[in-house]
């Protein structure tokens, strides 16, 4: 059901409140203007605004406010300029609270002779994060999970979707016209103020501000104001509270404007670093909403964000201009003085803190540090009207060291693809798990139409994060392998910008699984864990590559074999990128996204590369250019996998792909491939991290010309495999 009230702590605004807000609130949806709007909204749903109202709020409203401050002067003297403060609220406040918030500061500011402009714009970000680091992330919830497992969910389960979707939004409210379309509502406002200002000049001075996400708006509004004919000569000030907008975007669209004195003051309040890591997030994240934005809703993992204290010390641009003991750069809490104090304690306490607001108010009216009387009337805090999340305690994870290792295994096989079924890997999922039960695993399994983008990722990540010290996971998924766009950024490889991807029974409507994707997944494998993968798809290995529709009609295909790949048409990569925030059906989304892109220049600085560190041993079915097959009722891979696995258990990772290898041989155009950082390949197959590294195994030749006894051994072990194989395909028992 939509709200129809604006409610803070039980209050509601009334319709005249409503009214009176058209004044001073521009209200966006998805960036956009309404067509038609109310002269006296009733609700918040009611509450809309046009091009028009803007142009009227500008013409009008503001003209009339200064017209009555220019009777105050006295006679003979020219009327000092009058601020006009433009507000952008964070990510976390929806239509309602935002305003709920104009209409507490509006008449604050008016008192201290300001004219406030706020904008709301649309975010349902709040309650995407509310479902994500809260009990709708998995079977346990995560009360009882790490940071770095909260990391991940937040990444997969919708966060990183709707924090894309609120900066297209942001940057769209400041497009011009595209296509011959409407243009974005802060674009409207930018050209109402540039268009006054040149008639009027003198007349005001302008001051931004912004909270949190609210700096990504104003990254792409503010260089609005120095456009064209009529463009401003100077912004008085920009100020800038927690801001989660990154580093890169601030030093391509803002850090410019105040090195050249275009903008005159440019200053951020944030918290200390040791402050962020006390914060608490949603009461289960044990750190500031903004190390969640960098670590999980940000193209690549840890971007650099400007609101971060460590961050900022190694951007060394940036802290050039900001300096340490300026009034530009606030790190609480701190009692500095007039125009530099902030209590706030927690992310979300900036815009509702009294010193902080107390100290932008002093900024922007021109109350100095010390001296004259302090004239600025108190600001009116008090409770949120965002209301918090209410923290749970969260127990540490469970698992003494010393307890007896669990093995606990997923095993994902589909086959009821809509459009091109496959016929093995449901028999594959089967095979691994009786495998992997008879070894002793505990074994979970999704097959067919369970096997969603959401159901996977969430049992995937709920085998990784449930695990402890000296736990054994694996996990095996058999199905079409495909190749995606690459939406990052992050893809540098010479065979073009393109993800791998494996895909759910629901990849068809966008539902896929980039690398990127799993790779979020093997970031929180906690200390201790032994993960292998087996995955029998295409495109499953860790680097990427692109094998174009005409290259894979000449893969050499034998006859009766299914390749286990897929190519996308046009409408599902359309419904791949509308799920990544990245439509192409909708020319002003677009447009936003590319802006979105282009003034986030480190997305692609440095090639992804094999994790140093990684957890996780890849034993993959192909290599990245190759096509994986399946035929007489099972992958190629897992076949020749399970007879190694049933035969020599004890091998290690790299001799386990070698013996599976050498039973392939030239019979199909099909190479495993394993991918395991540092001593990962030399540990043996499906061990626990608390078991030794086993002896190294000779990779020399003997001076009489015969092998090595470690190849004497997989040579002995093909040749009973292979002989295995002739009697089984001859129908021998």
Same mark, same amino acid.
């Given at each position: 059901m939509p709200d129809t009230t604006a409610t803070a702590r039980g209050a509601t605004l009334s319709a005249a409140q409503l009214t009176a807000l058209r004044k001073h609130v521009v209200h966006t949806e998805d960036g956009r203007l309404a067509t038609a709007a109310s002269a006296r909204p009733r609700t918040v749903d009611d509450f809309k605004t046009t091009a028009d109202d803007v142009k009227r709020m500008v013409d009008v409203d503001l003209a009339a406010f200064v017209d009555q401050l220019a009777k105050k002067t006295p006679a003979g003297e020219a009327p000092p300029p009058v601020p006009v403060f433009i507000w952008a609220h964070g990510g976390l406040t929806d239509k309602a609270a935002g305003l709920q918030t104009a209409e507490r500061q509006v008449g604050w500011w008016k008192k201290n002779g300001v004219y406030p402009i706020h904008l709301v714009w649309e975010s349902g970000f709040k309650t995407t994060l509310e479902d994500v680091v809260r009990g709708k992330a998995g079977k346990r919830g995560f009360t009882?999970?790490?940071? +770095?497992?909260?990391?991940?969910?937040?990444?997969? $389960?919708?966060?990183?979707?709707?924090?894309?979707?609120?900066?297209?939004? #942001?940057?769209?409210?400041? /497009?011009?016209s595209v296509e011959g379309g409407d243009a974005g509502g802060a674009y409207v406002l930018a050209a109402a103020l540039r268009e006054y200002m040149a008639a009027n000049a003198g007349a005001i001075e302008l001051h931004i501000a912004g909270h949190s996400a609210g700096s990504i708006y104003h990254s792409h509004f503010v260089p609005r104001l120095f456009e064209g004919d009529d463009k401003v000569?100077?912004?008085?000030?920009?100020?800038? $509270?927690?801001?989660?907008?990154?580093?890169?975007?601030?030093?391509a669209t803002l850090l410019p /404007?105040?090195?050249?004195?275009?903008?005159?003051?440019?200053?951020?309040?944030?918290?200390?670093?040791?402050?962020?890591?006390?914060?608490?997030?949603?009461?289960?994240?044990?750190?500031?909403?903004?190390? +969640?934005?960098?670590r999980s809703f940000e193209a690549e993992k840890d971007a650099e964000i400007l609101g971060l204290e460590e961050h900022l010390r190694r951007s060394g641009r940036t802290m050039a201009y900001l300096g340490d003991v300026s009034e530009r750069l606030v790190l609480g809490p701190v009692a500095r003085g007039r125009r530099s104090s902030t209590q706030a304690t927690s992310h979300g306490d900036f815009d509702n803190d009294e010193e902080t607001m107390m100290s932008l108010a002093r900024r922007v009216v021109g109350v100095p540090d010390s001296g004259e009387a302090d004239h600025v009337?108190?600001?009116? #805090?008090?409770?949120?009207?965002?209301?918090?999340?209410?923290?749970?305690?969260?127990?540490?994870?469970?698992?003494?060291?010393?307890?007896?290792?669990?093995?606990?295994?997923?095993?994902i096989g589909i086959d009821a693809y809509p459009k091109d079924p496959l016929s093995g890997c449901v028999a594959d999922a089967e095979a691994w798990a009786e495998a992997l039960g008879g070894a002793g695993f505990t074994v979970e399994s999704i097959h067919n139409a369970d096997a969603t983008r959401d159901a996977i990722l969430r049992a995937m990540l709920d085998k990784v994060s449930s695990a402890r010290d000296g736990d054994i996971v694996a996990i095996q998924f058999s199905g079409h392998g495909t190749f995606v766009p690459d939406l990052d950024g992050d893809e540098t490889d010479a065979f073009g910008p393109k993800d791998e991807a494996l895909c759910p029974v629901d990849f068809r409507d966008g539902q896929l699984i980039v690398d990127d994707d799993l790779g979020a997944i093997w970031d929180a494998i906690p200390e201790g864990v032994s993960v292998t993968l087996f995955f029998d798809s295409c495109h499953s290995g860790s680097v990427n590559r692109e094998i174009t529709p005409a290259e894979f009609e000449t893969r050499k295909i034998p006859a009766g074999a299914t390749p286990r790949m897929t190519v996308l048409d046009a409408d599902e990569e359309a419904a791949f990128r509308q799920e990544r925030a990245a439509s192409p059906t909708d020319a002003f989304r677009t447009a936003a996204w590319k802006r979105v892109v282009d003034v986030e220049t480190d997305r692609a600085a440095v090639p992804r590369v094999q994790r140093a560190d990684g957890r996780e041993v890849l034993i993959s079915a192909c290599q990245p250019d190759q096509v994986a097959l399946e035929t007489n009722g099972h992958g190629v891979f897992t076949s020749a996998a399970l007879r190694v696995f049933a035969q020599t258990p004890t091998l290690s990772n790299s001799e386990f792909v070698r013996t599976v290898i050498d039973i392939l041989d030239d019979t199909y155009?099909?190479?495993?491939?394993?991918?395991?950082?540092?001593? +990962?390949?030399?540990?043996?197959? /499906? #061990?626990?991290?608390?078991?030794? /590294?086993p002896a190294a195994a000779s990779a020399t030749i003997e001076t009489n010309g015969h092998r090595a006894p470690a190849e004497m051994r997989t040579a002995a072990i093909v040749a009973i495999l292979r002989a295995t194989a002739d009697l089984l395909e001859a129908g021998g028992d």
């Open positions: 009882d999970l790490t940071d +770095l497992a909260v990391e991940a969910a937040a990444r997969l $389960l919708g966060g990183r979707k709707f924090w894309d979707d609120m900066k297209v939004d #942001s940057a769209g409210a400041c /497009l011009p000569d100077s912004v008085k000030s920009v100020t800038f $509270l927690a801001p989660a907008v990154r580093v890169d975007t601030f030093e /404007l105040a090195e050249t004195g275009k903008i005159e003051n440019l200053s951020i309040f944030t918290m200390n670093e040791n402050q962020e890591k006390r914060d608490n997030t949603a009461g289960v994240y044990r750190k500031s909403l903004l190390y +969640l934005v960098s009337a108190v600001f009116p #805090s008090r409770a949120r009207d965002v209301s918090e999340f209410t923290p749970a305690p969260r127990p540490e994870p469970t698992g003494a060291r010393g307890a007896a290792p669990r093995k606990l295994a997923l095993c155009e099909q190479r495993p491939l394993l991918s395991a950082a540092g001593d +990962l390949n030399a540990r043996g197959l /499906l #061990s626990s991290v608390r078991d030794g /590294l």
